[in-house]
């Protein structure tokens, strides 16, 4: 079977705070190393009421000091916002204290509005126009440093710190390809060229030092419970969240509300029934089929799984629900 990992935004939840939101990122990431997850991922957003994630390093540090075995990284860190240097020493640090288990996954968007962008890097000079250089760079301090190399990554020249290319369209794929390196679709929101870029990538990979062979991991929304009825009861957050995002009032991760599909408009129900596509949202055996099913039809080479739901305590279940669907999948497989 493939490996299953988690990606965690660190939801801030109507009611709570940051410091809630941390400590359950902490706790799910420890059931999730309990029920052989492969990997726990946090990602990068900013000015975003609901997510606690935006000091991607420092939460990264948190769970992997947390834990003891399972893989921890960024799902990703949003390359524009950062020079590379700081970015490879932030990791070489992280690589430093956590030896073997540290992620490093790129992305090119700002994970922000252009405003707060701007509030970020102060000025726009770097932009995800320079994305690649700013990839070859960060690559290039992860090197064994030269003798006279003027400018070193301390920590993190020499350090096996390995590198991700995200995206959700055909040009993270084509870079990633060129580059030799895995990559990793966002499937979970923004889905439209998923199946084109996995062709696109497996088919123009080139092999490199850090693989040998093309690997693609895909995103998909897992919320899980003991029937159905619950399952898409718990998935209005999400869905709620989405509509006000795209409605320029993203806030704290909201409860979730009986009936809240049947007041949507015809434009929000068709925005959602696109951004949400990769979705599986039901019982455990509903949610067994619909890993199997995404699984056929893509050829993944592992997944990454994202389920925000407002309790934490049915987060955590629904977790437990989805480890136990990967190891049936895995027996009839």
Do not use: K
């Not at 957003?45 to 000091?55: C, K, R």
């Not at 590379?84 to 968007?109: K, M, N, W, Y």
């Not at 055909?170 to 990793?184: E, H, I, M, S, T």
């Not at 499937?187 to 062709?199: D, E, K, N, W």
């Amino acid at each position: 079977m493939i490996p299953f990992s988690v990606l965690d935004l660190a939801p801030i939840v109507q009611g709570g705070d940051a410091a809630q939101a941390l400590r359950n990122t902490l706790d799910l990431a420890r059931h999730a190393e309990r029920l052989g997850v492969h990997r726990y991922w946090l990602a990068e957003h900013h000015n975003m009421g609901g997510v606690a994630s935006a000091a991607t390093s420092i939460v990264i540090a948190h769970v992997a000091g947390g834990t003891s075995t399972i893989r921890v990284g960024a799902g990703g860190i949003m390359l524009p916002n950062h020079a590379p240097l700081v970015i490879a020493e932030q990791f070489g640090t992280l690589a430093s204290l956590f030896p073997g288990r540290i992620d490093l996954g790129l992305g090119r968007a700002p994970g922000s509005d252009p405003i707060t962008a701007r509030a970020l890097r102060r000025n726009l000079a770097g932009d995800a126009d320079g994305f690649p250089q700013d990839v070859l760079e960060l690559m290039g301090y992860f090197r064994p440093a030269e003798p006279g190399q003027l400018v070193q990554a301390v920590p993190g020249a020499g350090l096996d710190v390995p590198i991700w290319i995200l995206g959700s369209s055909l040009f993270g794929a084509q870079l990633a390809a060129a580059l030799g390196l895995p990559y990793a679709f966002a499937s979970h929101f923004a889905p439209g060229q998923m199946m084109q870029a996995i062709a696109l990538y497996r088919r123009e990979f080139r092999p490199s030092v850090q693989r040998a062979e093309p690997r693609v991991m895909l995103g998909i929304n897992v919320v899980a419970a003991a029937t159905d009825e619950e399952a898409r009861f718990r998935w209005t957050s999400l869905q709620q969240a989405f509509v006000n995002l795209r409605r320029g009032r993203p806030g704290p991760f909201p409860p979730p509300v009986d009936g809240f599909e049947r007041d949507l408009s015809p434009l929000d129900r068709a925005g959602l029934d696109q951004a949400l596509a990769c979705s599986v949202v039901g019982s455990p055996e509903t949610v067994r089929r619909g890993l199997d099913a995404f699984i056929t039809r893509t050829r993944a080479d592992e997944l990454i799984v994202s389920s925000p739901i407002f309790d934490h305590a049915a987060r955590v279940r629904s977790l437990e629900l989805t480890a136990a669907a990967r190891d049936e999948l895995a027996h009839a497989g």
